[in-house]
């Protein structure tokens, strides 16, 4: 997959009102942090953005071009806004090509309709993982072809497309599941036990509560008696 490539400009005035106008204007505030070097505020084309966010996601190396400028970054930090969840601001990190990264990235499904049928379908027991490795040999994605569960119970760290990267650090064991088939019998029973033994939490509950209740007034009646 191509390094996607994204446009900015300098923030010639910052502030959080200079902000509102600038988001008004179709533009999202954001920062650049470099280690050694002073932080930058920059702007970038709001529909840029979004464009490569839907394309790539926000776990990949950045090309950013700063008026001419051009580093590679990775996404720090993304904030939305809380009602319209619309990107709002964009902390970015520059790489160094010398210093290891950690970034923790989601784990992609690929292959499903091979193994999912009416009667079983994919379990997934880790959605994301956290990685380290130098910025030249950071994936594009992390998948696991979930296809290999014709032949085996469980997938586990291994079997992602990363598992035996020797130029990448997992922190997590090789042996942990990351998926596995769930016979949708199995799950309809598991679902029912549950909402049984919530209904029968919720029963002890009021049988306590009651307890306290008459065990009040009995105390209420023997003071009264007194």
């Known amino acids: 997959m191509a390094t996607p490539v994204l446009n ?6 910052t502030g959080k009102n200079e902000a509102r106008k600038a988001r008004k204007s179709g533009k999202i505030p954001g920062v650049v942090y470099s280690r050694g070097a002073e932080t930058k505020e ?10 490569m966010l839907s394309r790539f996601g926000q ?44 970034m923790v990235m989601p784990i992609r499904l690929v292959n499903r309709e091979d193994v999912e049928t009416s ?11 956290e990685i380290q490795t130098y910025p030249r040999y950071l994936p594009d994605r ?10 085996k119970d469980f997938l586990t760290i291994a079997d992602l497309n990363i598992g035996e990267d020797e130029n990448i650090e997992i922190a997590e064991e090789k042996d942990r599941l990351i ?3 769930t016979l949708v019998e199995d799950m309809v029973e598991e679902e029912i036990e549950e909402e049984l033994e919530e209904e029968l939490d919720a029963e002890a509950v009021d049988e306590e509560a009651v307890e306290d209740v008459e065990k009040a007034e009995e105390e209420t009646d023997e003071g009264a008696e007194e």
Not at 43 to 51: A, G, H, K, M
Not at 120 to 125: A, N
Not at 142 to 151: A, N, T
């Open 8 to 13: 900015a400009e300098i923030r010639k005035t």
């Open 42 to 51: 920059i702007l970038f084309n709001e529909r840029e953005v979004i464009r």
């Open 59 to 102: 776990n990949v190396k950045i090309s950013l071009d700063l008026e001419g400028e051009k580093n590679f970054v990775i996404i720090k930090e993304l904030q939305r806004g809380i009602v319209d969840r619309k990107v709002i601001h964009i902390d970015f990190q520059t790489l160094d090509e010398k210093e290891k990264i950690k």
């Open 119 to 129: 009667s079983q379908f994919v379990e997934m027991l880790l959605n994301e993982i």
């Open 142 to 151: 992390v998948e696991l072809d979930v296809s290999k569960l014709k032949e």
């Open 179 to 181: 998926a596995s088939l």
